[in-house]
């Protein structure tokens, strides 16, 4: 046997010791994903409530209705009018007899429903409008990016409040509003995520062996732009939630007798010195709400983004 040809591992077993390049070698590489889901949990505690939160509520969108204890819409005929927390009304009563808890659990799928169905459309359409201003630029993106600071040169509350008074009040109309002044914030994030990613040597080899730029923007721009996509709608949900309660509370977006939540605290507000509970516990849902979106948003920039010194 040739002596210059010994196993290294042969001659760990034999010392009794173990190389650490060879324990190294034979340790499978963790995972981008595994790394980044790791920071996001392990990382800040808070990241955690934040799911935790969230994944109740999402439950509660899901089968709340079915679980709730009375029915959220019919008026109780017996003397149960704005009663005070109970074993058997655990959040108290409105002013028409119905059970808070009933009605704030009907109400998480309608304020998750609504920010789905606006950032379903705004990142969509920004998403769109933004990859192809950055992509192309010259003249294409003049024209998008004019358009998009036309919007933009209003504050977005006022503009939405500004759209769903002239569409009428009802919360359809509430979705298109807000769906209107959320689409130019995605279109800028996206467009200068582009501006970026397609000077990339990999984004010039993609050009260089002739493929498609409809393929180079899908397989190789976009991709690479979608974790600050991710990070943003994180943070938006939570805004669109809040944005969606404050129409309704002046009273441009849901009507009674549906329990939206914004809706429910723009009738408490007549009833606030002498049942507290009819305007605290819809506040505290959506305070919880945005608290935990804004929680996860925060976890998930300093999990994804490379550039962030949290370890």
């Known amino acids: ?27 499978r590489p963790e995972s981008q994903l595994r790394k980044n889901l790791k920071r996001f949990l392990v990382g800040n505690r808070l990241n955690l409530l934040g799911v935790v939160i969230v994944a109740l509520f999402l439950f509660l969108a899901a089968f709340g209705e079915l679980l709730a204890p009375h029915d959220p819409y019919t008026a109780d005929i017996t003397n149960s009018k704005l009663l005070g927390p109970s074993l058997t009304h655990p959040l108290g009563t409105d002013e028409l007899g119905r059970d808070l808890l009933s009605r704030i659990m009907t109400g998480t799928r309608i304020s ?32 998008l990016m ?5 919007f933009l040169a209003f504050p977005a509350l006022i503009l ?4 769903a008074a002239s569409l009428g009040r009802n919360l359809r109309n509430t979705m298109i509003a807000l769906a209107t002044v959320f689409w130019p914030w ?14 990339r040597e990999y984004v010039q080899a993609a050009h260089s062996i002739g493929m498609p730029q409809s393929r180079v923007m899908l397989r190789h721009i976009l991709p690479n732009a979608a974790s600050v996509i991710i990070i943003q709608i994180t943070l ?23 329990p939206e939540w914004g809706t429910m605290m723009s ?10 509970w009819y305007m ?6 959506l305070t919880l709400t945005v608290l935990a979106f804004n929680l996860i948003g925060d976890g998930l920039q300093d999990a994804l983004d490379p550039r962030s010194g949290r370890r």
């Open 160 to 163: 939405a409040v500004a759209i």
């Open 112 to 143: 998750v429903q609504v920010a789905l169905i606006v950032l379903g459309f705004a990142v969509t359409f920004g998403t769109v409008v933004g990859l192809i201003a950055g992509y192309f630029g010259g003249w294409v993106d003049e024209v």
């Open 146 to 150: 004019r358009l998009t600071d036309m």
């Open 267 to 276: 009738t408490a507000r007549n009833y606030f010195r002498d049942a507290w």
């Open 236 to 258: 938006d949900v939570g805004y669109a939630i809040l944005a969606t309660s404050s129409l309704s509370f002046i009273g441009l977006g849901a009507q009674p007798p549906s």
């Open 280 to 285: 605290a516990f819809p506040g505290i849902a």
């Open 186 to 199: 995605y279109a800028r994030l996206v467009r200068a995520q582009v501006l970026s990613i397609k000077e």
């Open 1 to 27: 046997m040739n002596a210059d040809r010994i196993d290294p591992a042969t001659m760990a077993t034999a010392t009794g010791t173990a190389s650490p390049l060879l324990d190294e070698a034979r340790q």
